[in-house]
């Protein structure tokens, strides 16, 4: 296959996921404002910082509103980081890999961009946002769907699934990144009931929350959210899970290819640290520090895989 | 009391009944409400828009993607008028080859005086480049589309032969799906011949053109100017429906004196490559310097016999509308047969006879731009106003060369579905033939482009056309 179809797959995939983990974000985001007005301002920053687009907000507003914000990530065109911007480079991608794709995922994602072109093209009202958020999510889910239903498992298909766990992985460790504070031992607020919300939050942004509960019979406890997050390949968007599969699907393509590359190795070291560290571990360490290096390690890696199979000259 | 109609209608007779290949059709559509195919029609359409079959418009910035209108009534065509057309296609299209490699050869057509050496010489489609260089099986174009289009019964006219990268093949087969998804009970009635075999075909007949240094099974590509380019869809459809890759000129290099893309494990090379890049952006060093849309050095590994460019670079000059003036010569000096298929007689405003001819009947005529396409630069005579008259009058005489000159034919028409109904409208018809060292093959069906506005004669979809369904009959 082309390098530049490797690329153009991996990236329509990475759209997709960012996509649907910003209407998760947003959905998540919401619910704060709405039970804790107090705590709207902050999370609506912290929510324009998990994004990375602070900066670019406030370029074009003065001051931090929910009605602003969510029309900024949702659909404001200026935004390259928007909903809507994102859904546009995802079909901009799938219309140069076409020839790789299925009719059925390359109709998923124009579908979607034809559906929220539709439903952004006016500014969001409050009472349309929870149907507008849901129509993200499922539509992603519906690409990534027909991917999986429909695709051949060749070289095509991993890199379009490593799009998605490294969006999904880098999106995790983002809310972390921003979030770490909040699930630090700490004198003052110990077991209080504004820790609960908070770390609620956290698990809702990655749509952890029922299988956090089901899985840890309703207890709610900083360092077991953190270690369900980081290391619980049950949870399949845990860092741990995330790249278990990633290094699934490099390995094939070495196996396909009968070459183990520079990012083989890369990505051995970091699945080797989410094996042999144990929560304990990344709080003695730092959990900020071990996010941070995270972050850095991933963005690594992912150059290396972009020049390891030539995704641009 | 009936007013004698002034053009050929395909589907009824003056009298209202259906003609012989309608007769089926007809029965069935008296059957039909036309609300329910209005409402099949939006779904073709909503259709076409999932699937993505649309044309950038260029300079359009928010519409920036439109659609094709798609009419659902076929146009059909009897077992006995394909015979002919398709022997008359196959006939340009060999006499075409033959031509393109006299030209760039010996150009035994001057020096026998069937052809002005002018007409060549100074011919800005003719490539200098290629004088010399025979292509694997002297196949110089591979795919032609050859604009028809009829006045009558028994009338056909070719009025274009698309040598170069003639486009439209993806509405054949897409419009055939459509019409085998809505209405399939038709085909059970009416037996049409299938299309759907074109891009196997195609396949074919480019991997049977492998150039000398070619070993092993060959390797197919499809080269495409980019997602931003007008029938960029089409590109991605033929490469998707071969099994071949869809290049741009970023993917490719010149490596080991191949022409080379670049995939996930390195360079692979390239023997035959169908480009849909015109000639002067195909290779920076050799035309358009600031070209980034081509290959750096691809006309040298070409010429060195290492690559098969589909069409091959120079073959405009075939379908060039000064040349097509001298079809009828061109295809008895190289078959040594009459042409089957006739000519639009056509002036050429370069000689000043000729010259004097059109400026005196100007609002009777079609006038084109000799290197024109598109539908645009043309003066439709009888549709022009005084103003648009004078002015381009005024553009004749200034450079007279550029131009030809047609009598406005009185093209055919079929109906289209309209609200109230069937109504005429003019239609033309563009089939597919594909040359190889092995032969012409002509797909059975084509590309009929409609006029939708009421009694114009212009069908280009950059003017408002649209296009039909083309059944051929089996016999």
């Given at each position: 296959m082309l390098g530049k179809t490797a690329g153009g797959v991996f990236w329509m995939l990475r759209y997709m996921e960012r996509t649907e983990n910003t209407a998760r974000m947003i959905d998540a985001a919401l619910r704060i404002s709405l039970t804790r007005s107090s705590a709207a301002e902050s999370e609506w920053t912290s929510l324009l910082t998990t994004t990375g687009m602070l900066g670019a907000y406030y370029d074009r507003h003065s001051a931090v509103d929910g009605h602003k914000v969510i029309n900024f990530l949702l659909r404001d065109p200026t935004n390259a980081g928007s909903v809507m911007s994102g859904v546009e480079l995802a079909r901009t991608n799938a219309r140069m890999v076409r020839t790789a794709l299925t009719r059925e995922v390359w109709e998923a994602v124009n579908e979607c961009w034809m559906v929220l072109k539709d439903m952004l093209a006016r500014p969001v009202r409050e009472q349309d946002l929870p149907e507008i958020l849901q129509t993200i999510r499922q539509r992603s889910a519906f690409v990534r769907g027909s991917l999986h239903g429909t695709m051949v498992r060749n070289d095509i298909y991993d890199f379009a699934r490593m799009g998605t766990f490294f969006e999904r992985a880098d999106n995790v460790a983002r809310v972390l990144d921003v979030k770490y504070y909040i699930l630090l031992p700490s004198i003052m607020h110990v077991g209080s009931a504004s820790d609960n919300v908070q770390w609620e939050t956290i698990l809702r942004a990655t749509s952890s929350t029922r299988a956090y509960q089901t899985l840890h019979e309703g207890e709610f406890d900083s360092r077991k959210i953190a270690r369900f997050l980081i290391l619980d390949k049950r949870l399949p968007r845990s860092l741990a899970f995330c790249y278990g599969k990633i290094a699934d699907n490099l390995g094939y393509l070495a196996e396909d290819y009968g070459e183990r590359l520079e990012c083989h190795t890369m990505v051995d070291q970091i699945c080797n640290r989410f094996n042999t560290t144990s929560i304990d571990q990344i709080f003695e360490y730092g959990l900020h520090e071990f996010i941070t290096e995270f972050l850095i390690d991933s963005q690594r890696l992912g150059q290396q895989i972009e020049q390891d199979y030539r995704f641009i000259e | 009391m009936t007013e004698a109609p002034k053009y050929f209608d395909e589907m009824f007779w003056p009298d209202g009944t259906a003609r012989v290949p309608y007769a089926e059709y007809s029965d069935w559509f008296g059957t039909e409400d036309v609300r329910r195919l209005k409402r099949k029609s939006a779904q073709a359409e909503a259709l076409f828009r999932l699937t993505g079959i649309t044309f950038n418009v260029y300079g359009a910035e928010e519409a920036g993607e439109r659609l094709i209108p798609f009419d659902l009534v076929p146009r059909i065509i009897t077992a006995q008028e394909w015979t002919i057309l398709s022997r008359g296609i196959d006939q340009r299209v060999r006499a075409i080859n033959s031509f393109l490699h006299d030209i760039y050869h010996r150009q035994e057509i001057v020096r026998a005086g069937r052809l002005p050496a002018e007409m060549i010489a100074q011919n800005a489609a003719f490539l200098p480049q290629m004088i010399g260089v025979a292509p694997p099986g002297n196949i110089y174009t591979h795919i032609v589309g050859t604009d028809l289009v009829r006045t009558g019964e028994n009338e056909f006219f070719v009025l274009e032969d698309n040598a170069r990268t003639p486009s439209g093949v993806s509405y054949m087969l897409e419009n055939r799906e459509t019409m085998l998804h809505m209405f399939p009970e038709l085909f059970s009635k009416v037996k049409v011949r299938g299309v759907s075999q074109y891009p196997r075909s195609l396949r074919r007949a480019l991997s049977a053109s492998v150039p000398p240094k070619c070993e092993g099974p060959p390797t197919v590509a499809v080269l495409t100017p980019g997602i931003y380019n007008s029938a960029y869809y089409e590109h991605a459809f033929l490469a998707d429906q071969m099994g071949v890759e869809l290049v741009e000129g970023h993917d490719l290099r010149v490596v080991d004196g191949r022409v080379a893309m670049r995939t996930t494990q390195g360079y692979k090379a390239i023997d035959v490559l169908y480009r849909r890049v015109d000639d002067e952006f195909l290779d920076?060093?050799?035309?358009?310097?600031?070209?980034?849309?081509?290959?750096?050095?691809?006309?040298?590994?070409?010429?060195?016999?290492?690559?098969?460019?589909?069409?091959?670079?120079?073959?405009?000059?075939?379908?060039?509308?000064?040349?097509?003036?001298?079809?009828?010569?061109?295809?008895?000096?190289?078959?040594?047969?009459?042409?089957?298929?006739?000519?639009?007689?056509?002036?050429?405003?370069?000689?000043?006879?000729?010259?004097?001819?059109?400026?005196?009947?100007?609002?009777?005529?079609?006038?084109?731009?000799?290197?024109?396409?598109?539908?645009?630069?043309?003066?439709?005579?009888?549709?022009?106003?005084?103003?648009?008259?004078?002015?381009?009058?005024?553009?004749?005489?200034?450079?007279?060369?550029?131009?030809?000159?047609?009598?406005?034919?009185?093209?055919?028409?079929?109906?289209?579905?309209?609200?109230?109904?069937?109504?005429?409208?003019?239609?033309?018809?563009?089939?597919?033939?594909?040359?190889?060292?092995?032969?012409?093959?002509?797909?059975?069906?084509?590309?009929?482009?409609?006029?939708l506005k009421k009694g114009s004669l212009v069908v280009n979809s950059s003017q408002g056309g649209g296009t039909k369904d083309t059944w051929v009959l089996e016999d």
């Open positions: - | 920076p060093m050799t035309f358009s310097p600031d070209s980034m849309l081509g290959v750096p050095g691809i006309m040298d590994v070409y010429r060195a016999g290492a690559i098969t460019i589909a069409n091959a670079p120079g073959t405009g000059i075939a379908d060039d509308k000064a040349i097509y003036s001298y079809m009828p010569d061109i295809v008895e000096f190289y078959t040594g047969e009459q042409a089957i298929l006739k000519n639009v007689p056509t002036h050429r405003c370069s000689e000043p006879d000729a010259l004097a001819y059109v400026l005196d009947n100007l609002a009777d005529l079609v006038v084109k731009e000799v290197h024109g396409s598109g539908g645009y630069g043309m003066l439709v005579g009888p549709a022009a106003s005084k103003k648009e008259l004078a002015a381009f009058r005024a553009k004749l005489m200034a450079a007279p060369e550029n131009y030809i000159a047609q009598p406005t034919l009185a093209l055919s028409t079929v109906p289209i579905l309209t609200n109230a109904g069937l109504a005429p409208r003019h239609v033309d018809l563009r089939p597919f033939a594909l040359a190889s060292p092995g032969g012409v093959e002509i797909i059975p069906g084509g590309l009929t482009r409609v006029a």
